[in-house]
């Protein structure tokens, strides 16, 4: 999984959270799942270890688990939160 951005900063709570990217000024809000996934991205976790913890806290299938997190990290790519994604964030 590639890292976040040196410029991003977050902030989460039991209800969801705020991904700030300082570089471009952008405030983004995150549900719950989002601020877990979030969360698991920045410690480095692989994947599917990343999947097995969503599994466990949400009692969801391992699919969906898995769309989710390739849905998100697609956001995170769209708008070049993740390193390595080579793109910058739409103006």
């Not at 590639?2 to 709570?13: F, Q, Y």
């Not at 969360?39 to 391992?62: A, H, N, P, W, Y």
Request: aromatic share 6%; net charge negative; hydrophobic share 40%.
């Amino acid at each position: 999984m590639p890292a976040m951005r040196e410029w991003i900063r977050s902030t989460h709570t039991t209800d969801g959270g705020i991904v700030l990217d300082i570089d471009k000024g952008r405030m983004f809000s995150l549900n719950s799942s989002a601020s877990a996934i979030f969360q698991l991205m920045e410690t480095g976790l692989c994947d599917d270890k990343i999947v097995e913890e969503l599994v466990r806290r949400f009692g969801i299938s391992v699919d969906v688990a898995k769309r989710d997190l390739n849905d998100f990290s697609e956001t995170l790519k769209n708008y070049a939160l993740l390193a390595g994604s080579g793109l910058r964030a739409p103006e």
